[in-house]
């Protein structure tokens, strides 16, 4: 397995010194090139620059980098230490303002400092490190639920459609939708996986095609264009894609190209499913249509001089047009009441 | 108006010898640059890199390079001449397996040399050339008449959305889908055309889009994965798409990506509208199952090394998906019965 985001013991069996160890994304595929980190600015400019990315992967990699540059502060005050790791977490929570699980991971950890009321600040880096590893082993955990709970809807032979990277890339471990696929794989089931290549940016064919590929699992990359002749060829018998958002009635955003994948699914009667985890609910939105969607820079997608661009970065999959969400609870069937 | 495709003589007045020109469509959007090519090899390679593409484009280019390789032929026997220029219409029609226009124009060029039933070998080259320019004249005449045909399609602040290239870099004149936009941008109306960048070779960003703002047009690049979204947001008001080949039931193929958006049209009840010349109906085929789909190199689409590619140039949209047909004759509603 990818180990996307860990912690990297310096001196053998002692949990600290360490550096937070993340894959440095922007090198696939053509190098698997390993960053250590534990200076704040560096930690900053990879999570801004896409070296590491996917919101779970990001909110283990901010907990462990908190970690790892707050073994660097020097006071022996509990206070003055709480105080400057509340201004690294500031710094490392601006690198992606939209991230909900980098601010989730990143409150999570400090609460866990003030909660459990240590005055010894060497104890208190271990602390820190050690709320950072626990949210890096729930989210191993999530990932092998939803491996599980999704692994069965993955018939021999099957052929599967997804879109961007829910993958090992993108979390701490298996990945969210394509979990079930390492899953099943795992039981020496055969399958094949067509990877919409997912532009601008290409997560599909730079990150889902080459982690499935090196894990051994038939991948097939397509461009976006290509889902509809693909599933009309009967090539399809399920699509599985991530989230990052859903509202409480179901309706789930994702990876632009999510939703126009939804409606071709049901054209073709085919079952389209979201594998995410309860972290990705946000029972406080009633509907999708609350969910904003981002629009990113024109740049991304490359346009002849003086042309203008459209570039929402996300869509909004309708509760009706979803088969099922896995999260690591198990197979929500519609009609879905998160709260 | 850009001069896609055009014969272009070497002394003066005379219209041999000449040259075929075409615009190099690989150095769009960058740079403008023209061929001028004489010789069966390069010109076969023009066609199948891509220089010049576009159905009605291929054929008039088919037949002009058919008129510019065979003035070279040395012989003054008129049965080994044409048998000469039958082994070049072979390699010109080997180019490109799907376009319809580059056989029947090929073979209207033969047709039209064996009619004549000249024994001058210098006369016949005229003759081959002659025919070569009546297609040119009447691809344009075609492209005139589909944008009268479509162009009350385009209400005033529409929004379009087309895939591919089908305009002036297309034919020899306003282009197909894009005819109707030129002639209401003629008259006055004010409308944006969203331009799919349509993958793996960017046609709709390179070519579409450039040629239409250069006229002065609004538009707007998107993503092909875009699509559903920017219906969902109603921005579009009709789909309008060329197409490479038309079977009897009004079945039509056209570039990846083309049935996708009709099945995301049909789901938004928003209309599908097919723009083609007469030459693309192919009434010797019952049905679109009937047309062959080019499967091109992987390697134009990219992927992580060791992953395999399924790169179909072409789809085909059942009848049933498409609104009305749009020929140099007129708009055609289903149902369909092209003889």
Redesign the interface.
Known sequence: MLETVRWKRMNGTDLLPGKLRIIDQTK??KELVFLELDEIGEIVAAIKRLSVRGAPAIGCAAALGLAATAQHIETDSAERFIAEVETLAEKLAASRPTAVNLFWALNRSLSHLIRCDISDVSELKRELLREALAILEEDIGMCRAIGEHGENLIAENAGILT?CNAGALATGDFGTALSPMYAAHEQGRVFTV?S?????LLQG??LT??EL?RAGI?????????????M?EGKIDLVMVGSDRIAANGDAANK??T??LA??A??HGIPFYVAAPTSTIDASLAHGGLIP?EIRDPAE????????????AF?VTPNGLISGIITENGLHRPPYHFH
């Open positions: 696939l595929p879109h067509y919409d290549e997912t532009r601008p064919s730079r095609a080459w590929n038939d991948v097939v990359t397509i461009c976006d264009n290509m889902a509809a002749q693909v009309k632009i190209g939703y126009g409606v071709l049901k054209h969607i997608v490359g346009a002849a001089e003086g042309v203008r661009v459209y570039n929402p869509d």
